[in-house]
């Protein structure tokens, strides 16, 4: 069975996603759409670019259409409007409105019939998944989740998207004093600005207000303002000589007990060259899921707590059990 996907959006994460679905022999890319002027733009691949608005006339060509713009101010907009005409996947990730975007994109999926898979990738998404395994083989425990040292390409956006900002990269830096402490289950009352630092490195636009930029980022909500963080101006040339990669990481640690004086630790890491590569083959992997979810009939909104592993895989049951289990 090969399953049919589109990728709305060309930018980092677009084309992460446009090499991780080259990758799968199940899965058919089929149109890349943007905003821009499809002219414009040359693919990795070779796949056709079609404007956005062209997206209905798709519609019946598509199986899952991956959303791939910011969780900012693009996807609050993008996927709702999208439902009207595909099942979707998407990237969304600022955690504290999830559950506000979760009933936003339900309501649009029933409404259409269609099936949305929200919030996938590493954080949230494969390390959500981590934190809940391990909480539910540990429960007398503490989860302390790290992030970094990496590029945080939603943070980074955030700023890019500040009046005077001509480029700029943020990275995650997780706090060394405070992973020992949650390896040694003393991570219960390590606040947000104990547990990372954010660097952010900026180019301005000419007559730009450097200060008035930096307040703009500092005091941020849920970016910058609860945490510890710098802000650096530098030219355009340094930012292609030292900052022109996209790695990230980060660790889930959980500390618990099963008995009295008897501890255990489950700690999963990740170490990324690439974040928007790694990012787009979760996108590819959730694509396939929400794919077959959807010819099962399934309609709404989903996260991956709802979606069962062996979906994500291109093996069959039979093949996973004989192999993986």
Request: glycine share 8%; with cysteine; net charge negative.
């Amino acid at each position: 069975m090969t399953y049919r996907i589109a990728i709305n959006g060309y930018g980092n994460l677009g084309r992460g996603a446009e090499l991780a679905i080259a990758q799968a022999d199940d899965l058919e890319l089929v149109a890349i759409f943007t905003r821009r002027d499809p002219a414009s733009i040359q693919t990795a691949t070779g796949t056709p670019v079609v404007a956005l608005e062209d997206l209905p006339k798709w519609a019946d060509k598509i199986d899952v259409l991956a959303n791939c713009g910011g969780s900012a101010t693009d996807l609050a907009t993008q996927t709702p409007e999208a439902l009207a005409h595909c099942n979707t996947v998407d990237t969304f990730d600022t955690h504290a409105k999830i559950p506000r975007y979760f009933e936003a994109v339900n309501a649009a999926a029933e409404t259409n019939g269609k099936l949305a898979l929200i919030s996938v990738g590493w954080d949230p998404g494969l390390f959500s998944m981590s934190r809940a395994y391990s909480e539910a083989v540990l429960p007398n425990g503490e989860t302390t989740t790290f992030w970094g040292r990496g590029v945080s390409q939603g943070h980074s956006d955030a700023i890019r998207r500040i009046d005077g900002v001509a480029d700029a990269k943020q990275y995650t830096v997780p706090v060394e004093e405070a992973m020992q402490a949650a390896r040694e289950g003393k991570g219960a009352n390590l606040t947000t600005r104990d547990k990372h630092l954010r660097e952010c490195f900026v180019v301005l636009k000419p007559e730009a207000d450097a200060e008035a930029v930096r307040e703009a980022i500092v005091t941020m909500p849920d970016y910058f303002a609860d945490y510890d963080t710098t802000v650096t101006f530098i030219s355009a040339e340094e930012m292609a000589a030292n900052h022109a990669g996209m790695p990230h990481g980060g660790f889930v640690i959980r500390s618990g007990r099963t008995s009295e004086n008897v501890a255990q630790r489950i700690e999963y890491s990740l170490d990324l060259d690439s974040n928007p590569e790694f990012t787009g083959s979760m996108v590819a992997a959730s694509a396939r899921a929400v794919a077959r979810m959807a010819a099962a009939g399934e309609t709404g909104a989903r996260t991956l707590f709802d979606v069962a592993p062996g979906l994500l895989l291109p093996q069959d049951p039979a093949e996973l059990r004989a192999h993986m289990l």
